[in-house]
């Protein structure tokens, strides 16, 4: 067997690199902004600020840009609450857990939150982004006979939706986005027959410091 | 007191009534294939088959004709709702086959189920549209004790995403459409709740046929 050695990137790689996340990360502001990708690869690069020239070195299209984009910033979200999570061992909190951290991205990282609002419900289907790890908690919380779940599928769907509805009314001026994220999760939960006493305890669980929440700890 | 006699209306205000409900019908069709007013007026005219310049006569803004027609489309669903369920006594059932309906609207009434699922949750805050009527639905039936519910807004918005999720998982290719609303419903009866076998009856009452739902009977 052979060990190939790690080389260390070049300057040109370096630069390569550099100029992919810069591609990527305008994408996602455009996104996250509008919702959609309607803008010229022009506009795309010079919020970038890279040469027009450099878009086609990276991506074929505007579409596969996009894809990329926000496929990679719901990953990201998708290993920071497995992350955050890694310590609970029952099936049933992880999920409120993340739930409620989810819910709270609208105040500790806005254009995450932003994101994951406007692809509102294109995940569900694609097995993408999200929402495999989502699944594979209620799934394991009702293996655990922690939920009683007919259709996980559908259950995940119903999630998100109660999810982006209250960081939309979370987001409203004057509401308590906490509260309403976590009542939220409540109802997702008594959806899935927990009872009472333990809605109320799993809603409650501690969460990681704000500054952990938002990345900066 | 003097009655005022109806008077039939002139050539001229039938023909200012077609131009404004063209302009609307234009507006619906532009937000149900985009979700956005990002169109020019020139675009919505000609799309409307009207001058130009009658635009004004009618809005004073692109933003105030699609606030219209938005609003117009949602009231128009909700007095729907109210007559079809209007000999029902139970509010619980009243709310179920509200919810089986609207879901329902992908197939029976695609520019009405699209306008819905464009809007979002931006109506959840604003009291517009057909958020007022379903939230008297959910505060009836938990003032006669067939829900529970601490907090109705929140339970609006949980109902709302539900649906929304529903429709688009009902909207894949080689979906069962009617199944997957139906399970929301139960899904949603059961965060209000109510006993299962309460959720089977409500999801299974009759609804009126394909033909009274698409409005064409």
Known sequence: ??????VAPTRVERRKARTRAALVEAAQQIYAETGGSDVSIQQI?????VGFGSFYNHFASKTELFDVAVAEILEEH???LTELTAQEQDPAAVFATSMRLTGRLVRTRPLMAQVLMNSR???????AGHAPH?????????????????DPVLALACTAGCLLAAMSLGSLDGADLDA???GATGNVLRMFGV????????????LPSE?????RA
């Open 134 to 150: 989502a699944l594979a908690d209620i799934t394991r919380a009702a293996e655990a006979g922690r939920f009683t779940v007919d």
């Open 180 to 182: 309403v994220v976590d």
């Open 1 to 6: 067997m052979t060990l190939v050695p790690e």
């Open 45 to 49: 690069t010079e919020r970038a600020d």
């Open 121 to 127: 419900f294109s995940l569900l289907g694609a097995g």
């Open 195 to 206: 009872a009472e006493d333990e809605v109320r305890a799993l809603t409650a669980l501690p």
């Open 211 to 215: 500054d952990v929440q938002a990345g």
């Open 78 to 80: 998708a290993a920071w």
